[in-house]
């Protein structure tokens, strides 16, 4: 399966929790990585010496304790990525509350560390098996200048802390799958979609 895979994240991928999990138990062994003669070298410099050197065993031992743990949480280590890398907005809390009860998404997406934008940090907390994100890139914004702007936008989860609002988790589909909305930078334009209008003063 290592051989086969196409070096691609995604929802669906089996090997990305294995490989994902494996690969930070030895961040602290690739962290300290020396290079002689770069002194600035950074972690993608320190991971390639690292899997130079490293003896077979400092790559296994930690990729069977994870396909263990798998086993152990999920029933199979052969568990999608998107099963267990969620996303969940069940709180306007600052520090959400996570609980694999409710309602989550997936998100195929991984942290920066691993070279990805957009980032998506996530990881277990007291009283879960699955992972939710709690750090990465929350506003997206893509602008084409020309005689008329255009511009396309996401947010992580939606526009409003309100839970009650229909705004509080209505992009959070679209933010997974990386599918952007139109910007509304005119007047006019923005005037066509208006919910809700007041007067300053009113």
């Given at each position: 399966?290592?051989?086969?895979?196409?070096?691609?994240?995604g929802?669906?991928?089996?090997?990305?929790?294995s490989?994902?999990n494996?690969?930070?138990?030895i961040?602290?062994?690739?962290s300290?990585t020396?290079i002689?003669?770069?002194e600035?070298a950074?972690?993608?410099?320190?991971a390639?010496?690292?899997?130079?050197?490293?003896?077979p065993g400092?790559?296994?031992?930690?990729?069977?304790?994870?396909?263990?743990?798998?086993?152990?949480?999920m029933?199979?280590?052969?568990?999608?990525w998107?099963e267990i890398?969620?996303f969940q907005r069940?709180?306007?809390a600052?520090?959400?509350?996570f609980?694999?009860?409710k309602?989550s998404?997936?998100?195929?997406?991984?942290?920066?560390?691993?070279?990805m934008?957009?980032s998506?940090?996530?990881?277990?907390?007291?009283?879960t098996?699955?992972?939710?994100?709690?750090n990465?890139?929350s506003?997206?914004c893509?602008v084409?200048?020309g005689k008329?702007?255009?511009?396309?936008?996401?947010?992580a989860?939606?526009q409003s802390?309100?839970p009650?609002?229909?705004?509080f988790?209505?992009q959070a589909?679209?933010?997974s799958k990386?599918?952007?909305?139109?910007v509304l930078?005119?007047k006019?334009?923005?005037?066509k979609?208006?919910?809700?209008?007041y007067?300053?003063?009113e």
């Amino acid at each position: 399966m290592l051989k086969q895979w196409d070096f691609r994240c995604g929802e669906i991928q089996l090997l990305q929790p294995s490989l994902l999990n494996g690969v930070q138990k030895i961040l602290p062994a690739i962290s300290k990585t020396i290079i002689s003669g770069n002194e600035k070298a950074d972690l993608i410099d320190k991971a390639r010496q690292f899997a130079a050197t490293a003896a077979p065993g400092d790559l296994l031992k930690p990729l069977l304790a994870t396909i263990t743990e798998l086993q152990n949480k999920m029933g199979r280590w052969q568990v999608p990525w998107g099963e267990i890398n969620r996303f969940q907005r069940i709180s306007g809390a600052v520090e959400n509350q996570f609980d694999d009860s409710k309602p989550s998404i997936p998100v195929g997406f991984v942290s920066s560390t691993w070279g990805m934008l957009p980032s998506y940090s996530s990881r277990t907390y007291p009283g879960t098996v699955k992972r939710y994100g709690v750090n990465g890139n929350s506003f997206i914004c893509a602008v084409e200048f020309g005689k008329k702007i255009k511009a396309k936008s996401l947010l992580a989860g939606g526009q409003s802390g309100n839970p009650d609002s229909k705004h509080f988790f209505d992009q959070a589909l679209m933010y997974s799958k990386g599918k952007f909305k139109e910007v509304l930078f005119y007047k006019d334009d923005v005037m066509k979609h208006v919910e809700k209008s007041y007067h300053p003063g009113e």
